[in-house]
């Protein structure tokens, strides 16, 4: 079993940055992909970002491309999500979400396991 748990979440002003973190415990074995989604009140959750389990390569959702990156540091099974210039629109519950995927994918229900939630509220 894997369990996944974000952190870094809060209230940041429009333009602002912050840094999620999800750390991995258990038997993620090889080729574990990890990803972030996020979801909107009323809304239906989305993918943001997702890294393949070498870090070698990235993907974003167009919404976020260029204002985030995803990185990961293998040695602490933790992955990252750098967030800049935010937007009121960012403001969502971030998930971290993990599985034996290769490479990864935009499709949420190829992941196998899901952390809590971090909220990530941006003020205008």
């Known amino acids: 079993q894997v369990q996944l748990v974000e952190s870094g979440g809060g209230l940041v002003q429009a333009g602002g940055s912050l840094r999620l973190s999800c750390a991995a415990s258990?038997?993620?074995?090889?080729?574990?992909?990890m990803g972030w989604f996020r979801q909107a009140p009323g809304k239906e959750r989305e993918f943001v970002a997702a890294?393949?389990?070498?870090?070698?390569?990235?993907y974003y959702a167009d919404s976020v491309k260029g204002r985030f990156t995803i990185s990961r540091d293998n040695a602490k099974n933790t992955v990252y999500l750098q967030m800049n210039s935010l937007k009121p629109e960012d403001t969502a519950v971030y998930y971290c979400?993990?599985?034996?995927?290769?490479?990864?994918?935009?499709?949420?229900?190829?992941?196998?396991?899901w952390g809590q939630g971090t909220q990530v509220t941006v003020s205008s």
């Open positions: 979400a993990g599985g034996q995927i290769d490479p990864p994918t935009r499709r949420l229900e190829a992941y196998d396991y």
């Open positions: 258990g038997r993620t074995g090889s080729r574990f992909a």
């Open positions: 890294i393949r389990w070498t870090g070698s390569n990235s």
